[in-house]
């Protein structure tokens, strides 16, 4: 029995990874940015369930370098189309991709966005680029109830060849 209960949460993780994977192998080249400004932020602050069962799968053995690495990839490789190959490091090393979801396991609820206004606070035609705020409506949703959390973060983008990349992006805990 023990056996196959492993051989389903394996079945279950490596399908879930194998849909991660599938989603970001699609690339996205923006030509707007505050439509790659609004799709980064949908992405990055939502958190399902499947998104934690699977960190909770993938740990539930500790966090051992090849569960690490086997988190790391498709939640990162989720963010890649958005970033910069400087930012993207940088989410890498911070292990942005899924700390978020770290927290939301540990603490046993989902977020959902509910909306996003953006102000663009400053643009540089020389470097092609611009500097926007963002105010973010949360909802978080656990067994305990449902909280509306708000934020106002602050977003750099860059226009290279056409399309613009987020190179930094200034987040609350992670």
Known sequence: MKKITKLLYLSLISILLLGFVGCSSKTVKYTDA???ITDYVKTYYTVTTADVEMYDNITRGGTSASAV???TKPAEERFKPFL?????KDLQSR???YLRIKEASEKDYTV???SIKLEKASENKETKGAIYYYDIELVQTSSK???NIKDR???TVYNVENYWQITNSYLNGY
Do not use: D, T
Request: proline share 0%.
């Open 69 to 71: 690495a086997k988190l």
């Open 95 to 97: 292990r942005m991709s």
């Open 112 to 114: 959902a966005v509910k």
């Open 153 to 155: 973060k602050q977003i």
């Open 145 to 147: 109830g449902v909280e």
């Open 34 to 36: 505050e439509s790659l």
């Open 84 to 88: 910069s190959e400087e930012f993207y």
